[in-house]
């Protein structure tokens, strides 16, 4: 079974700095898909970024890049200039790359930004 | 990205009661999805429905507590029955187009049962 774990329950870090989220995962698959979803206090669930496990190119969406590392089956997301609207919950995600590939959420980690 | 769009939004419901969560997405999906975010939790998938087929529950979730329609590709309703305080949580809906694109998410119903 697949697993998805954000060891970093809450954290909090100053506008403009960067900050890093990690995530593992545990998969016997070869492909499959990561994401990074960010709720913020209206709950709404915004995709961040997606990853294909295929792909060695670590993904970038403007201020938002990961570091996907495959062996390691690690996939850390990396904000930088951290502004006041990054403020929320983001959750690592897992999915398989086949029909049937439903989403596999971590825990999440609360990411707090101070002005 | 498809827009999807929930009601209601919020609702209080006394416990014993049944309450139908609508689910409708401006582009037709193939593939429809519906959670269960439980309060300061992660996200659980509760089943996926799929136009024209019965919904599939994951573990711990049954048709008889959460039944699920699916009458076309725009839309889907889940509804919790006879409902208990346990049942109290943010349930969203979810949709992907076909395997392998982004799954979007509904602006979720949040549900408090007394």
């Not at chain 1, 979803?37 to 993904?59: D, F, G």
């Not at chain 2, 269960?36 to 024209?52: D, E, M």
């Not at chain 2, 889940?78 to 602006?107: A, H, K, W």
Request: proline residues 4%.
């Amino acid at each position: 079974a697949q697993t998805v774990t954000q060891s970093q329950p809450e954290m909090s870090v100053q506008e403009a700095e960067t900050v890093t989220l990690s995530c593992t995962y545990d998969t016997s698959e070869n492909n499959y898909y990561l994401f990074w979803y960010k709720q913020p206090p209206s709950r709404q669930m915004i995709l961040v970024i997606r990853q294909e496990a295929y792909k060695q190119q670590n993904a970038t969406e403007n201020r938002f890049s990961v570091n996907f590392q495959k062996a390691a089956k690690s996939f850390s997301l990396k904000i930088s200039d951290s502004q006041l609207g990054d403020t929320a919950m983001y959750f690592c995600a897992f999915s398989r790359m086949n029909r049937d590939d439903k989403i596999i959420f971590g825990k999440g980690t609360r990411l707090h930004i101070l002005p | 990205s498809a827009v999807i769009s929930q009601k209601p939004s919020r609702d209080i419901c006394q416990r014993g009661t049944s309450l139908t969560i609508q689910c409708q997405v401006d582009s037709q999906v193939t593939m429809m999805f519906w959670y269960r975010q439980q309060p300061g939790q992660s996200l659980t998938l509760i089943a996926t429905a799929n136009q024209g087929s019965e919904a599939t529950y994951e573990s711990g979730f049954v048709i008889d507590k959460f039944p699920i329609s699916r009458p076309n590709l725009t839309f889907s309703t889940l509804t919790v029955s006879n409902m208990s305080p346990e049942d109290s949580s943010i349930y969203l809906c979810s949709t992907r187009q076909s395997e392998g694109e982004t799954q979007y998410f509904g602006p979720g119903t949040r549900l408090l049962v007394l």
